[in-house]
């Protein structure tokens, strides 16, 4: 038996690093599953391995900007499996290197929209199904460096700061509805990090430096399991929650 056996989840960004992550390790839990993200490799590969590993799976490639393609994907995915249990959503944009004095309109427009309107779109169409099922829990993904106001990310680090707050007042709004809302803060080693170290040497030993376990985590045995125990049937009571898995980093610097 798996933690999430019988619960249908829709997970944005799934072809990302954290994001595929979290699809194998639900597929592993007995999640049945509905994957967006943008077009590309990333979205076939996961939509490929899910299946492999036993979940019922579909994958609909989705700009999570338009509210339009979000409310396809949960319309697609309660015509294929009947409802909504679970909503993760790792779905942003980021333009690293972003220093506030030379950041343009567009780099605040697009990590805003993708990032806190994206997260309010698919948790304003899952809402009516968790409803009506008698719940559901919904994780957004925030970021250390919203906590921390990290150097040259500010447009992210505005929207990941965006996105706190909104999951603050949905739980306070949806909880009489069973509906538990909490935002994770990650430190995971992903595809953008590793390509953001390739071209900032010694960027990568700063950063662990600050981090008192030494590592990034693990997208798949640190992160995802993180998502998954938020997700699962032990933590009904915890909403409203921003949970930094960052090895220590914000709770102890």
Not at 130 to 158: C, E, F, Q, W
Not at 170 to 193: D, R, Y
Not at 196 to 201: I, M
Request: aromatic share 6%; hydrophobic share 40%.
């Amino acid at each position: 038996m798996g933690a999430l056996d019988g619960k249908i989840a829709i997970i944005t960004g799934a072809g990302g690093g954290l994001g595929k992550a979290t699809t194998l390790v639900f597929a592993k839990e007995g999640a049945t599953l509905a994957l967006a993200d943008l077009p590309g490799e990333g979205l076939a590969s996961a939509a490929r391995e899910a299946p492999a590993l036993g979940a019922r799976t579909i994958s609909v490639p989705c700009d999570v900007c338009d509210r339009a393609q979000v409310n396809a994907v949960v319309q697609k995915t309660i015509e294929a499996f009947g409802g909504v249990d679970i909503l993760v959503q790792y779905a942003q944009a980021i333009k690293p290197d972003s220093p506030l004095e030379v950041a343009s309109e567009q780099d605040f427009v697009d990590t805003w929209r993708s990032g806190v309107m994206g997260s309010v779109f698919f948790m304003q169409a899952c809402f009516p199904h968790m409803r009506d099922r008698g719940g559901g829990k919904i994780v957004n993904v925030g970021s250390s460096g919203g906590v921390l106001g990290t150097r040259g990310v500010g447009p992210y680090a505005t929207a990941k700061e965006g996105i706190r707050g909104l999951t603050k007042v949905a739980a306070n709004e949806w909880g009489k509805h069973n509906i538990t809302v909490n935002c994770l803060c990650p430190s995971g080693m992903t595809p953008t990090f590793e390509q953001y170290w390739r071209d900032h040497p010694g960027a990568y030993e700063a950063a662990v430096k600050r981090i008192p376990m030494g590592r990034l985590g693990d997208p798949e045995r640190d992160i995802a399991r993180g998502v998954l125990a938020l997700v699962g049937p032990d933590l009904g009571f915890l909403t409203g929650a921003s949970i930094m898995l960052d090895g220590g980093t914000v709770l102890i610097s």
